[in-house]
């Protein structure tokens, strides 16, 4: 049985590929076994076309319990982006400060800024400006040439 009503398409069809009214559909019709497809999706996506499609319908839908449950997956999924992503900075900046060859405090006078500064960059408490990181990169690239 599909939970598409009135639409194209089939809930085995890839999320990305679902029309709006689908999603609304399996949303309203359907049960978690139905929904673990969307919130697959939208845990990859957590800012991707599907989940605005779904911020859009939790501003409207009627079902609080749905808008409820729908709007802590989407939070926990961008925060745990976000925290995977302040990772990923923070990683990339301990790559450049041992690509330079500098001590912790050279490198953040190189960049513009202070020891504790860079140590908040490193453990990933702060992230840094693109104009910092693009510093970085450049005192990396300073050294490579010299």
Do not use: C
Not at 2 to 13: E, H, I, K, M, P
Not at 73 to 83: G, I
Not at 84 to 112: N, Q
């Amino acid at each position: 049985m599909t939970l598409f009503r009135n639409v194209d398409g089939s809930t085995a069809d890839p999320v990305e590929t679902w029309p709006y009214e689908g999603m609304v559909s399996v949303i309203e019709h359907g049960l978690l076994p139905d929904w673990r497809p969307l919130i697959a999706h939208i845990r990859q996506h957590p800012w991707g076309k599907v989940a605005r499609a779904l911020e859009a319908y939790l501003g409207y839908a009627e079902d609080a319990r749905q808008v409820a449950f729908f709007r802590l997956m989407l939070d926990r999924a961008r925060s745990r982006a976000e925290s995977e992503e302040r990772f990923e900075v923070a990683r990339r900046i301990r790559g450049h400060l041992e690509a330079s060859g500098l001590t912790r405090a050279e490198f953040a006078r190189a960049i513009g800024t202070s020891p504790s500064r860079l140590s908040t960059y490193l453990s990933g408490k702060v992230v840094p400006s693109a104009a910092l990181m693009v510093r970085m990169e450049r005192v990396v690239q300073a050294v490579e040439k010299s």
